[in-house]
């Protein structure tokens, strides 16, 4: 089980600075008290200031910490965590807070703190050895390193005392300390091995076995294999949202009208948001569910979630015309929009998962935030209303949490969809409408009433990457729904890290703003993500300097991240010095892999410049992975997705006409309405915008308009078919007929 599957005992008293106030404020109040700060002081990262004042000594990530590693013969003890990881909070209270602990550790290692978010290309070195080494990963990831950055021991989360089969963190520390001094050799020769291990993962060549459909197909199997037929999702508890896998499946569907697929995708997203694992009063989706039903989640938010789900609630929608999805998309972006979006226009990274109780303040623990006692809705709603709401949404006295394996929420509910609109109004006799109206206001009083609450914790730092995905996700928004405030935070969030995180005279983008600082190289996945946004962007408000930056940054991409002598991309540029070794990733998890959206850019830009050598450079990732990808589609959903796309002949709709005209709206919107997955919408407007685009796609000049009304070109492999001005004609041509 992962270290982050298992919940703490309810009512530990730890990192109490993160719940109700920034952690900026924390560390004023801690330095204001005279409190002894460690080598993190300096750091911007929420994570590495909420462990500043532990009596551990820690150092972040750098020279300083390896040459006195090195120079006082001592093994490194790497922790690596975020900022609203639960069990990195609760490590950090039973043992980085813990006196004779940290005593030891000081004495006998250099302790190292890393933000995984920061340094993604850090975690994923020491994922791939604490893997390798103990059969599984997790956070807090707990390695132990030579000075050399070689790891020889590792682990995630460790209790204070062995118990569970775990041995205690003094224990362990005080062993590796007795090795290290009577054995050295025995951790040397672990570290050479693991290591030779990491480098001929990253070393794997271009497999020569030719790609085909059947890899799609394949996919598809292994989905339904493990397709939950009764709460949706695939396999058992815990259940994480893999929103690749649903991508997927809803592009097989647009090419091969399968039923199966669809149903796969629309029965999981409805269950998803039913469910307590949906914020059924803000919004927005938690990590993870603990049980197979959606009811039980971790109540941490994270951004890449947000961006990734809207999307697909959007798409779903398209596909299905059914406003439940649709809500759920627009209820997301909303969320972003109020708790989660910066003044400056970049998101937020994150909210913990842990709160403090409103009741009892000395509590705190999982969820309290968004937990309800029956009485409390009473209080609030009166009794009438009170027992509507508490049957739609599956209330009980005694709680409803029943599948919270260690009852730490007894007594308390969780909210998610348990009977029917139409059930609740048979139940109590009323009309559906004035149920529906009930319903409404009871959430409105009770998210007011929570607003009262000490919040989770916020993440405020901005990545570079998920603030990509939620550029996507704002942008489909805005083509779907209309929304202008949508296309707004769009460009307000590519203004922001065009401006704050793209160095214009090296052309490189960092990863991570926060409180004035871009640090931190980019990584893959920060090119990717935002050239994937960039592309989404100038698909909605058709402005090219977003489709001039993407082109920009893919170039830049290319220089920087490619492997000449094997293929496909590294996962760090080519001027990372302080890592141990240069990765590749292929597997779709929580976040897409870089090479996946990268290969999926390539296809998409290759449309509208024609430039062959991106659409090969596309082609040699998708042989890189070849082997696994022909094998194990299921695990790399977006790589097979981009496949998808490379095997299809270019499509494009150009519209010729002026942006800002109603003819032209009317038929944008029309295109809108459809869900076109491997479709380039691009506008002739007669102005700089086309001139752009005539650059590589000449056949563009020849367009206008028919008898002066906007006129829409449907492309397909570069030849037009003949072109329509009425959005009838149009739907004629792009609609995707069932068979």
């Not at 809207?310 to 406003?323: E, I, N, P, T």
């Not at 489709?547 to 220089?559: D, N």
């Not at 760090?572 to 990268?598: C, F, H, Q, W």
């Not at 696994?628 to 006409?657: E, H, N, S, W």
């Amino acid at each position: 089980m992962r270290s982050d599957q298992r919940r703490p005992k309810a009512g530990c008293e730890h990192q109490k600075f993160i719940y109700g106030s920034p952690v900026s404020e924390f560390v004023k109040q801690q330095l204001a008290a005279g409190k002894q700060a460690n080598g993190l002081i300096h750091e911007k990262s929420p994570y590495l200031l909420q462990h500043a004042f532990n009596p551990v000594h820690w150092l972040p990530w750098g020279d300083e910490a390896f040459n006195r590693a090195e120079r006082e013969d001592k093994p490194i003890f790497l922790s690596i965590g975020y900022s609203t990881c639960h069990w990195c909070h609760v490590m950090a209270h039973e043992s980085f807070e813990d006196e004779n602990v940290a005593a030891f550790l000081n004495e006998n290692f250099i302790a190292i703190k890393v933000d995984r978010e920061e340094r993604p290309d850090i975690d994923q070195i020491y994922m791939a050895a604490t893997q390798a080494l103990s059969g599984s990963g997790g956070w807090p990831m707990s390695v132990f390193l030579l000075p050399d950055r070689r790891p020889f021991y590792a682990g995630t989360y460790f209790p204070p005392q062995s118990g569970y089969g775990r041995p205690g963190f003094l224990d362990l520390l005080r062993q590796i300390h007795a090795i290290w001094r009577e054995d050295q050799s025995r951790l040397t020769d672990n570290a050479e091995v693991i290591t030779d291990r990491l480098r001929s993962m990253a070393a794997a060549t271009e497999t020569e076995k030719p790609l085909s459909d059947e890899l799609l197909h394949l996919g598809l199997h292994q989905a339904a294999q493990d397709f939950d037929r009764e709460f949706g999702g695939f396999g058992s508890a815990p259940k994480f949202p893999r929103p690749a896998i649903f991508d997927l499946l809803l592009r097989y569907d647009a090419w091969h009208k399968n039923d199966q697929a669809r149903e796969m995708v629309l029965v999981s997203l409805k269950k998803m948001a039913q469910g307590g694992m949906y914020d059924q009063l803000g919004g927005g989706f938690h990590r993870y569910s603990v049980d197979g039903q959606w009811r039980v989640p971790h109540f941490e938010k994270m951004l890449y979630d947000q961006g990734q789900l809207a999307g697909l609630y959007f798409d779903a929608f398209q596909v299905s015309r059914d406003s439940f999805y649709l809500q759920i998309g627009t209820e997301i972006l909303d969320y972003i929009l109020r708790d989660m979006t910066d003044a400056q226009g970049g998101f937020y990274s994150a909210e913990d998962a842990d709160s403090v109780d409103g009741h009892d303040r000395s509590r705190h623990g999982e969820g309290l935030f968004y937990l309800w006692q029956q009485a409390e809705i009473f209080n609030l709603l009166g009794a009438g209303h009170g027992e509507i709401f508490c049957f739609f949404h599956g209330v009980q006295a005694a709680g409803n949490a029943l599948a919270d394996p260690m009852a730490e929420f007894r007594g308390k509910n969780i909210l998610y969809i348990s009977h029917t609109l139409a059930a609740t109004a048979q139940k109590f006799g009323w009309d559906e409408q004035e149920i529906q109206k009930v319903l409404v206001d009871a959430r409105e009083r009770l998210f007011a009433a929570r607003l009262k609450r000490p919040r989770p914790h916020l993440d405020d730092k901005i990545v570079t990457a998920w603030n990509g995905l939620m550029i996507s996700a704002m942008a489909k928004g805005f083509r779907v729904t209309g929304n202008s405030r949508y296309l707004q935070a769009a460009t307000g969030s590519a203004s922001f890290l065009e401006k704050n995180l793209f160095n214009t005279n090296d052309k490189i983008l960092f990863r991570r703003y926060r409180e004035g600082e871009a640090h931190f190289q980019g990584q893959l996945n920060d090119y990717a993500f935002f050239v994937q946004g960039l592309i989404d962007l100038y698909g909605a408000g058709f402005d090219n300097h977003w489709l001039e930056l993407a082109v920009e940054l893919t170039t830049r991409q290319i220089a920087l991240f490619s492997d000449d002598t094997h293929g496909a991309f590294f996962d760090s540029p080519a001027t990372a010095e302080d890592i141990l070794v240069r990765m590749k990733n292929d597997y779709d998890g929580a976040e897409p892999a870089g090479n996946s959206i990268a290969a999926m850019n390539l296809l998409r830009l290759a449309q509208i410049t024609e430039n062959q050598e991106w659409f090969k450079k596309a082609e040699a990732i998708l042989s890189f992975f070849a082997d696994c990808l022909l094998t194990q589609p299921f695990g790399r959903p977006a790589m097979a997705a981009a496949y998808d796309l490379y095997r299809q002949k270019p499509r494009q709709i150009i519209i010729v006409g002026d942006p800002d005209a109603a003819d032209t709206k009317q038929l944008v919107n029309l295109i809108n309405t459809f869900y076109l997955p491997t479709t380039m919408v691009l506008l002739a407007d007669n102005g700089p915008g086309q001139r752009y685009l005539e650059q590589n796609m000449p056949f563009m000049k020849a367009m206008s308009t028919i008898d002066n009304k906007a006129t829409a070109y449907v492309c397909e492999n570069f030849t037009c078919k003949k072109p329509v001005n009425s959005a009838q004609e149009l739907a004629s041509l792009i609609a995707p007929a069932r068979e």
